[in-house]
């Protein structure tokens, strides 16, 4: 089992950066693949970035591509999101999630472990 924490977020104005970072417990880390999910008042939860388990390979939601970077240090237990440009559209809750399986899914269902989420508010 994988217990998720993530912190990092906040309010912040339109155009600065912010990173989030999640927190694994557990010596397993580097097994698992690593991704970031967000989910906005209303909406459904939808894919930001996933990196795979050597941070080798990394992707992105097309509205985030070029402001968003996610990396991820197996050392430390560790995955970042790193969040420039931030838009009022960015504001929603963050989650981190994981999944013991060397492909990156952009479904949430494939996923098998899940942080609290992290509020991030993007002001205009």
């Known amino acids: 089992q994988v217990q998720l924490v993530e912190s990092g977020g906040g309010l912040v104005q339109a155009g600065v950066s912010l990173r989030l970072s999640c927190a694994a417990a557990?010596?397993?880390?580097?097994?698992?693949?690593m991704a970031w999910f967000r989910q906005a008042p209303g909406r459904e939860r939808e894919f930001v970035a996933g990196i795979n388990r050597l941070g080798s390979s990394t992707y992105y939601a097309d509205s985030v591509k070029g402001r968003f970077t996610i990396s991820r240090d197996n050392a430390k237990n560790t995955v970042y999101l790193q969040m420039n440009s931030l838009q009022p559209e960015d504001t929603a809750v963050y989650y981190c999630?994981?999944?013991?399986?060397?492909?990156?899914?952009?479904?949430?269902?494939?996923?098998?472990?899940w942080g609290q989420g992290t509020q991030v508010t993007v002001s205009s």
């Open positions: 557990g010596r397993t880390f580097y097994r698992y693949t």
């Open positions: 999630a994981s999944r013991g399986n060397d492909y990156v899914s952009q479904r949430a269902l494939d996923y098998e472990y």
